[in-house]
């Protein structure tokens, strides 16, 4: 008898603490991991602000049973996830706030009721970016939610960990391309032919056009002032594209038949250098979600500067192109 009163009484203290030690613990979990990524900011900002891109690292994406539904915004405030597997269970991702290349808010709910926030902020370095990811699991139920705190933060954090280097070996493996920036520039004025090709003849058409624009120069003793530009006045790969070819030229000229001069007004543009050989599709595409992600107005037209001859660099990695998007 005396065994099983002290077997009674450690079972009823159990339970007691069981109640009592939940009173003073906390209703949600904070779990936090970061990593530095060497990347441009905005390559690893694109990852996380579409959900369509989480499949590439997410460690919760594991599950080979998941099912994935997008809903709402193609990316950005407002985009939605739902996701349902065996593992991963049933859930659903919704971005509340998207501050481009810095900061990243989503909601979080599970299938029953309970949620939390999710916050990503991103801080450009040196060495490329530094992405902090923090889960705030709110809502903890008393008294057992609360008692499995620690178990529930001892869980979540490797994943958090596991998946950022899952990112950062994903976006460390694109395309590298340069940051784009806003700068200011200046009147350019030159000599130039206006001509239209299909994509496949732009390196051809160019080559002739610059070769006539060159030989009237040096007829002239004209004075060049910079690199051969390409104006591109629309893009349609599967027509005609109208493409001026231009060399700057400085000083009074005056052009001759199909030769013209040509000015490009001084004002502010979206620009990215670009490195590596003449197809700089992949610079573009960073320069349009750049300019849809600041929301930003461009002209009709953009430019592309030749700064390196390839006649004198034949390493084709080494060759420079020099992109603008003017802005209204």
């Given at each position: 008898?005396?065994?099983?009163?002290?077997?009674?009484?450690?079972?009823?203290?159990?339970?007691?603490?069981?109640?009592?030690?939940?009173?003073?613990?906390?209703?949600?979990?904070?779990?936090?991991?970061?990593?530095?990524?060497?990347?441009?900011?905005?390559?690893?900002?694109?990852?996380?602000?579409?959900?369509?891109?989480?499949?590439?690292?997410?460690?919760?994406?594991?599950?080979?049973?998941?099912?994935?539904?997008?809903?709402?915004?193609?990316?950005?405030?407002?985009?939605?996830?739902?996701?349902?597997?065996?593992?991963?269970?049933?859930?659903?991702?919704?971005?509340?706030?998207?501050?481009?290349?810095?900061?990243?808010?989503?909601?979080?709910?599970?299938?029953?009721?309970?949620?939390?926030?999710?916050?990503?902020?991103?801080?450009?370095?040196?060495?490329?970016?530094?992405?902090?990811?923090?889960?705030?699991?709110?809502?903890?139920?008393?008294?057992?939610?609360?008692?499995?705190?620690?178990?529930?933060?001892?869980?979540?954090?490797?994943?958090?960990?596991?998946?950022?280097?899952?990112?950062?070996?994903?976006?460390?493996?694109?395309?590298?391309?340069?940051?784009?920036?806003?700068?200011?520039?200046?009147?350019?004025?030159?000599?130039?032919?206006?001509?239209?090709?299909?994509?496949?003849?732009?390196?051809?058409?160019?080559?002739?056009?610059?070769?006539?624009?060159?030989?009237?120069?040096?007829?002239k003793g004209f004075d060049i002032s910079g690199a051969p530009i390409a104006v591109y006045h629309n893009w349609d790969p599967a027509g005609f594209i109208k493409i001026t070819?231009?060399?700057?030229?400085?000083?009074k000229f005056k052009g001759r038949k199909e030769i013209k001069r040509f000015e490009i007004e001084p004002g502010k543009a979206a620009f990215v250098k670009h490195f590596g050989?003449?197809?700089?599709?992949?610079?573009?595409?960073?320069?349009?979600?750049?300019?849809?992600?600041?929301?930003?107005?461009?002209?009709?037209?953009?430019?592309?500067?030749?700064?390196?001859?390839?006649?004198?660099?034949?390493?084709?990695?080494?060759?420079?192109?020099?992109?603008?998007?003017?802005?209204?």
């Amino acid at each position: 008898m005396k065994v099983l009163k002290i077997t009674s009484v450690v079972i009823l203290t159990i339970l007691a603490l069981s109640f009592i030690i939940p009173l003073f613990m906390p209703e949600e979990a904070v779990v936090s991991s970061s990593i530095n990524i060497e990347a441009n900011p905005s390559l690893v900002f694109h990852q996380v602000n579409d959900y369509h891109n989480w499949s590439n690292w997410s460690p919760f994406d594991e599950d080979s049973t998941i099912v994935n539904t997008y809903e709402g915004a193609e990316k950005g405030v407002g985009a939605v996830r739902q996701w349902s597997g065996k593992t991963a269970g049933s859930g659903t991702l919704t971005i509340l706030e998207s501050e481009p290349y810095k900061y990243i808010k989503n909601k979080l709910e599970f299938e029953g009721g309970s949620g939390g926030i999710g916050e990503w902020i991103f801080v450009e370095n040196e060495n490329g970016v530094n992405v902090s990811w923090t889960i705030t699991i709110s809502g903890l139920s008393y008294p057992f939610e609360r008692l499995l705190l620690p178990l529930i933060k001892s869980m979540t954090q490797p994943m958090l960990l596991k998946g950022l280097k899952s990112l950062k070996v994903y976006v460390e493996k694109q395309p590298q391309i340069n940051k784009v920036k806003i700068v200011e520039t200046p009147l350019i004025t030159s000599l130039a032919i206006y001509d239209s090709t299909t994509v496949e003849g732009i390196g051809a058409l160019l080559g002739k056009n610059y070769g006539k624009i060159m030989t009237y120069i040096a007829k002239k003793g004209f004075d060049i002032s910079g690199a051969p530009i390409a104006v591109y006045h629309n893009w349609d790969p599967a027509g005609f594209i109208k493409i001026t070819a231009a060399i700057p030229v400085n000083g009074k000229f005056k052009g001759r038949k199909e030769i013209k001069r040509f000015e490009i007004e001084p004002g502010k543009a979206a620009f990215v250098k670009h490195f590596g050989g003449y197809n700089t599709e992949e610079t573009h595409y960073a320069i349009d979600d750049y300019i849809e992600d600041f929301n930003l107005k461009t002209k009709d037209f953009i430019w592309e500067v030749y700064v390196t001859d390839p006649a004198t660099e034949v390493d084709s990695t080494k060759w420079q192109t020099d992109i603008f998007y003017p802005l209204k």
